[in-house]
């Protein structure tokens, strides 16, 4: 690690360690269906949850205003609205603290001239970014409080790759501080490396069109739907397009079989590093086709177990995991431009 950059090094590792502890307790708000609790916005003063019985028993007054209550929760006790209001506030209180994380050290590195001139322009979109996930965040939350209790799918995924852009912009400028060594590799290795990277982002994508439809709850076996490869299902609306964006049956086989597209791809590209001779790049190829097999396999359990809470959020996790070694991949492969960085032939 470059002695200059250590500092700054450390702290955006730290911010992406919590990133992607947020993603994953998003992810069991979500599955536990406890996103909707808390039914307003207070950036500030919302760091404060209810303190005493009476409080309590105001927010649960509120909560039981809104559609998740009246068409879902009716009944409910208050010790388990507390436990699914605890699950929101925790994912609230984490994107607070990952904007304290952030923006401290920031500007204290700033004063202390501690980070190089070309990446501070890169840092403040960071922020921005980062502020921009905030705001986003609460208007997923505001499709779930009219009429239908369910935050909109569409919202969700752009809240999650939201937050995985930013995860994957941080680690990209992890690893140009750290002045990672970058190889040469043929057109074709580098060609599949690109294309790679837009067939994972749509798996992702659609992995939250899935999670935020309740898609997986349906055809929970595999590798058929049912014992069919396409059910009829996948294609009743019209026009077609809308099969792609809002047909659960779809939306499932989809995720499904993008995600064997990418696991062919990562194996042409295992195969083709190995073939290389760069040891550098077969190291890491190894290490992407381990956590898009393990990905993969933890995708089928969850889907054939019927989403458990446990396997769901490990999957969620392992895509971070998968975006993370992607990027590192692509960083070491695109071409250096500046010519400031080692590179092995």
């Known amino acids: 690690m470059p ?51 009476s409080e309590w028993e105001q927010a649960f007054e509120v909560y039981k205003n809104y559609p998740q209550y ?45 980070i190089e001139k070309p990446m501070v322009p890169k840092l403040w979109i960071g922020l921005v970014l980062g502020s921009l996930q905030g705001v986003l965040g609460w208007y997923m939350v505001k499709s779930g409080l009219v009429d239908i209790p369910r935050v909109s799918h569409y919202r969700l995924a752009a809240h999650l790759m939201l937050a995985l852009l930013i ?78 964006l809002d047909n659960n049956t779809m939306l499932q086989f989809l995720h499904r079989w993008i995600g064997v597209l990418v696991m062919a791809i990562t194996s042409v590209l295992f195969i083709l590093a190995w073939r290389s001779g760069c040891s550098s790049v077969k ?4 290490l992407l086709m381990i956590v898009v097999l393990g990905q993969f396999l933890l995708g089928v359990l969850t889907l054939i177990n019927i989403i458990p809470i446990g396997l769901a959020s490990l999957h969620q996790a392992g895509a971070c995991i998968v975006l993370i070694v992607m990027v590192w991949l692509v960083y070491i492969v695109f071409p250096d431009q500046a010519g400031d960085a080692n590179r092995e032939p």
């Open 167 to 244: 995860l994957g912009y941080l680690s990209w400028l992890v690893l140009t501080l750290y002045k990672i060594n970058r190889v040469e590799m043929t057109d074709l290795f580098r060609t599949l490396t690109y294309t790679l990277v837009p067939i994972l982002l749509l798996q992702i994508l659609y992995g939250a069109f899935v999670a935020g439809s309740r898609a997986g709850f349906g055809y929970n076996t595999f590798p058929l739907m049912n014992g069919e490869f396409l059910p009829e299902m996948a294609m009743q609306l019209t026009p077609f397009w809308l099969n792609l």
């Open 3 to 53: 002695k200059s950059n250590r500092a700054v090094i450390i702290w955006l590792i730290a911010v992406c360690f919590t990133i992607f502890s947020m993603v994953v307790v998003g992810g069991i708000t979500r599955l536990t269906e406890s996103g909707l609790s808390m039914v307003d916005w207070n950036p500030v003063v919302g760091i404060v949850p209810p303190l005493n019985e």
């Open 70 to 114: 009246q068409k879902v929760n009716t009944g409910m006790s208050l010790d388990d609205f507390k436990e699914i209001y605890y699950w929101e506030y925790g994912h609230r209180v984490l994107g607070r603290l990952i904007g304290i994380i952030y923006f401290v050290p920031f500007v204290l590195f700033l004063m202390l001239g501690k």
């Open 283 to 286: 190291r890491l190829t190894s």
